[in-house]
């Protein structure tokens, strides 16, 4: 069986520590890009969503209309 040394397994958690951290950078920052895209498209609008921080009443009115799909899928009934 092999055993590694101490200074193989600091070497090798370096090379893994990078590469996590590069791949939750490349995931975090595509993230942002396809909001930022879907934002100059006017896909959505997520200034509505950070109105919706202010305006949290039970009364005030709901900002997206929601599909008759949509409303079966959230009651979980099939169309």
Do not use: W
Request: net charge negative; glycine share 4%; proline share 1%.
């Amino acid at each position: 069986m092999y055993t590694m040394d101490y200074e193989t397994l600091l070497t090798l958690q370096g090379y893994l520590k990078f590469f996590l951290i590069l791949i939750v950078f490349i995931v975090f920052y595509s993230y942002a890009y396809s909001m930022y895209k879907r934002d100059k498209n006017g896909t959505k609008n997520y200034e509505k969503y950070t109105d919706l921080v202010h305006n949290d009443l039970i009364e005030s009115t709901p900002f997206e209309e929601q599909t008759k799909e949509k409303k079966n899928k959230e009651q979980g009934e099939t169309v």
